[in-house]
């Protein structure tokens, strides 16, 4: 079992080596003399450098340190200025482009610094001005630049970041008001760049990988809606979790009274490049190859799992139970392989995040299903190395999680009943750490059945 255990950790960081953004950037571009050539799906971009008088590298996200290390190591000396916002701890030794590290999931005072830093640079940029934009998840609570005519305060933005997490609300969700009530989100950093030329270097965290919802759509057009706003709010119920000013905010805008968001023929875009350079099927994809060299029958199930992390964890132990009475998936030894993104409706007090919940639910399901103990192991990790506001990945289910709570006196139901998930892991020797990563591609779920 232990040889088990440490095969899935082994499994998961082959996904991670596998969408370093430091790599991923010199997969995509190369300089030769001044043509900068960037590798797109269909035929490569040129940019011919000795056409700008500036070159600048802006960015946000949790990967973005490490893809500005990769332009760096790229176009060296011909970058001009730069400043990328991270979150904190998620660093590199970059040496022409300014780190500047903020809150998240939540946005800070530094969240509003780095908006204020990065909009003003962007904003002298001219038509002879190249920008490259590096764009990764993360980017939403890193970049906090309320709508000018909204009034809204960091405080009120951190009161609507705070009630829509706790609600339970996908992230699409969570980004079509963030974006509504932002300066920057839902293409309008695009226009704060035009009339320069953008390249904007993406990675993706967004289960189907939708341009307008990475990092709440920077430099993408948006198709959301004010009225889709507040339909957001009426489904969850969050009235009273938000301050009036942003309900009448989004009421106004639903009734026309306030300006939509940028759509897809507003001339700003007819300036930018968007390019996603790595994204969570990529990362399951070298997970499952790992898997193969270590002897497994591996397949990807899905990289599209949403939904409640609880209940994914059930499906996943339903898959697990069904594999090992029938062998339906792939033949013995399995290793299964998944990612997405699940979410946490909070009713409790407790530590943890989405993967630590699905870790934590499995585990007290394993504890009923003797038959499985000694055939399965099952693994639920984020790949940017921090599972909600914790310093674990996520967590590992097994046999031998079960006997250390055991041994613990670890009431596993009653840490799931507060969303305790964090504390419930540290005592069963199951929690998953592997300090920042500074990737970013949704989450990755290894089960492996013997």
Request: aromatic fraction near 4%; hydrophobic fraction near 40%; charged fraction near 20%.
């Amino acid at each position: 079992m232990n040889q088990t255990i440490q095969d899935a950790q082994t499994i998961f960081q082959a996904a991670l080596s596998d969408v370093d953004p430091e790599g991923l950037i010199h997969q995509k571009l190369s300089l030769e003399g001044s043509i900068l050539t960037v590798q797109a799906d269909g035929e490569p971009l040129t940019f011919d450098l000795d056409q700008y008088h500036r070159i600048l590298v802006v960015g946000v996200g949790k990967a973005s340190a490490r893809m500005a290390l990769g332009v760096e190591q790229v176009l060296g000396t011909r970058i001009t200025d730069g400043l990328v916002a991270v979150k904190y701890g998620h660093t590199e030794p970059t040496s022409r482009v300014r780190l500047i590290e903020a809150g998240h999931p939540v946005p800070d005072a530094k969240s509003v610094e780095a908006a204020r830093s990065i909009v003003s640079l962007c904003r002298d940029a001219d038509e002879k001005t190249l920008v490259i934009n590096l764009i990764s998840g993360g980017g939403s609570a890193l970049m906090c630049c309320p709508y000018s005519e909204s009034g809204l305060s960091l405080e009120d933005k951190q009161q609507v970041t705070q009630a829509l997490l706790a609600c339970g609300a996908e992230i699409q969700e969570i980004n079509c008001i963030r974006k509504h009530l932002s300066g920057v989100k839902g293409g309008r950093l695009a226009q704060a760049l035009y009339p320069a030329d953008s390249l904007n270097l993406i990675l993706s965290d967004v289960v189907g990988d939708h341009l307008d919802a990475i990092a709440s759509g920077l430099t993408a057009p948006d198709p959301s809606s004010f009225s889709q706003a507040v339909a957001i709010v009426d489904k969850y119920k969050i009235h009273d979790a938000l301050p009036p000013k942003v309900l009448d905010f989004l009421t106004r805008g639903s009734k026309g009274e306030i300006p939509e968001t940028p759509g897809a023929s507003d001339p700003a875009f007819g300036k930018t490049r968007n390019m996603l350079i790595g994204s969570n099927f990529q990362a399951l994809k070298a997970a499952r190859s790992k898997a193969r060299d270590l002897g497994y029958n591996a397949i990807i199930l899905s990289s599209q799992m949403t939904g409640e992390a609880r209940e994914a964890a059930k499906f996943y132990l339903g898959i697990a139970s069904e594999q090992l009475r029938n062998r339906t998936l792939a033949p013995t030894p399995a290793c299964i392989i998944a990612g997405g993104e699940t979410t946490v409706t909070m009713k409790g007090d407790g530590t943890g995040g989405r993967n630590q919940e699905m870790a934590l639910a499995f585990l007290n399901e394993l504890k009923n299903r003797p038959e499985l103990h000694d055939h399965v192991v099952f693994l639920s990790g984020a790949t940017d190395g921090n599972d909600g506001p914790t310093d674990a990945a996520g967590g590992i289910a097994s046999a031998h999680g079960l006997e250390a709570a055991r041994e613990a006196g670890v009431n596993l139901q009653r840490y799931l009943d507060t969303n305790d998930s964090y504390n419930a892991l540290e005592q069963s020797e199951a929690l998953l750490k592997t300090g920042p990563t500074n990737t970013n591609v949704c989450d990755v779920q290894v089960l492996i059945v013997t």
